[in-house]
């Protein structure tokens, strides 16, 4: 199951880095953040100061030996960049970690909203996604859907926005059902018992509607799982028909009149079946898919 399920709109490149960027998540969700970037440290001021004092006087000594016109150049041309480059080099930060976070941390604070951590899910809502995602990998790993006998463009439309939808709407219920038993836990009056009542039957009924979301992307994995089981028994028998002349050479050349030749014969009545039901498969595909379409 994906730690961070990302909304299909985020770009692919920010998304990679919002999905390889758990740790950072799970640090931010405890109350991390980064550091400030440090100042100038002593240590690079004196460093700083000793090589501009060098190349000033380098620069000094150049405008007596070539004269004042050719020595101010110098000074311009190679004492400026010379600071800059200088001073840039020291404001860099030293840890390449620190400031991995920090660029994954700026990610995740602009796409905040567009992304779900799963460890933010309480336990039911884990469990819904869990299905959603193994109903999701069982068609998108399927040889049917890789050969193009499903409709793999929308399958790659639609399941990734099925995905984010469950999963953004798993997220809001878990909070609030967190947040409902707290309040509950703490002991109700009859007044607000009256209340809460309604609230607790509303979550569970928006359970109940993401559920039936999840069932139909099962029932979708379901006639597609139908489809490439037909699919590879198909060309298994498609490979053993191709085979069948040199059985039938083999069974005339040993004499072995007791081998069934008609079950060979059969081959040809299961693969005709076989391909029968793939297609059968793949059309109960194609209907369980509209149901997933808004």
């Excluded at 190679?78 to 001073?87: A, E, H, K, Q, R």
């Excluded at 099925?162 to 409902?180: D, G, V």
């Excluded at 299961?270 to 595909?285: F, K, P, Y």
């Amino acid at each position: 199951m994906a730690d961070v399920v990302v909304d299909p709109g985020v770009p692919p490149d920010d998304a990679q880095l919002l999905r390889q960027s758990r740790h950072v998540l799970i640090k931010m969700r405890q109350g991390w953040a980064p550091a400030p970037r440090r100042p100038l440290s002593a240590p690079r001021v004196r460093m700083v100061s000793a090589f501009g004092g060098v190349a000033f006087l380098g620069l000094l000594l150049g405008v007596g030996a070539l004269g004042r016109g050719l020595g101010l150049l110098l000074l311009v041309v190679l004492g400026i960049p010379t600071m800059i480059v200088l001073f840039a080099r020291a404001d860099v930060p030293d840890d390449d970690e620190a400031e991995e976070e920090r660029a994954a941390y700026d990610h995740l604070r602009w796409y905040e909203g567009r992304y779900v951590l799963t460890e933010d899910l309480d336990e039911s809502a884990g469990r819904l996604l869990a299905r959603a995602q193994r109903a999701i990998a069982t068609v998108t790993d399927s040889r049917v859907n890789a050969e193009g006998l499903l409709d793999d463009v929308r399958n790659g439309v639609t399941l990734p926005a099925q995905e984010w939808e469950i999963a953004r709407l798993l997220a809001k219920l878990s909070a609030l059902r967190t947040k409902h038993r707290e309040t509950v836990s703490k002991g109700l009056t009859p007044e607000v018992e009256a209340v809460a009542a309604p609230l607790a039957r509303a979550l569970d009924s928006s359970e109940e509607a993401v559920l039936a979301r999840v069932e139909a992307l099962e029932r979708y994995a379901a006639n597609v799982g139908e489809a490439e089981r037909a699919y590879i028994a198909h060309h298994q028998i498609e490979e053993l028909r191709g085979r069948m002349h040199q059985y039938e050479e083999l069974v005339a050349e040993t004499g072995a009149d007791g081998f069934a030749v008609p079950e060979l014969e059969g081959l040809a009545r299961d693969a005709d079946r076989l391909e029968q039901a793939l297609r059968r498969s793949v059309s109960s595909a194609h209907e369980a898919f509209r149901h997933l379409e808004p």
